[in-house]
């Protein structure tokens, strides 16, 4: 099972205020951890949202929004993507993440393709494999 992890924002990080030394430490020892038990897919941190935009879809209406954007705590300021066993496990893993006081991360499970049922074809099966295939072949290091 996939899982992202969404670290919520907060004002310093909607402010741009970057992690001390410390905190990048501990976090870079978290994600090792992650990376040694064979879990983590990616994981980032994200600019504040002043840098950002958002794109409303109404009709065929297309309206871009530039950041910042308000209600910090409806915000995301960064992500884990793993893949475990059950969200018992990842609820575990991340009670250990190196969080501030005012954090709050967001567990949500990532679709598979067998949770579509029916209406993924076997041709809309194999020409989403395609693709998965040929990104990551493009992304190859």
């Known amino acids: 099972m996939r899982f992202i992890v969404m670290v919520k924002a907060n004002e310093d990080t909607e402010a741009g205020v970057m992690p001390t030394e410390a905190e990048l430490t501990a976090m870079g020892k978290f994600n090792e951890e992650l990376v040694k038990s064979g879990i983590l897919l990616a994981g980032e941190g994200l600019h504040p949202s002043s840098k950002g935009a958002r794109i409303r879809f109404s009709g065929g209406q297309r309206t871009v929004i530039d950041g910042p954007f308000t209600e910090a705590k409806e915000l995301i300021a960064g992500f884990w993507l793993l893949q475990v066993g059950s969200k018992e ?3 575990e893993w ?4 190196p969080m501030g006081d005012d954090a709050e991360l967001e567990i949500r499970q990532v679709f598979e393709a067998d949770d579509f049922g029916a209406e993924l074809t076997p041709e809309l099966r194999e020409a989403e494999e ?8 493009q992304h190859k290091g």
């Open 89 to 91: 496990e990842i609820i």
């Open 94 to 97: 991340m009670k250990r993440a």
């Open 130 to 137: 395609r693709l998965r295939a040929q990104a990551a072949e």
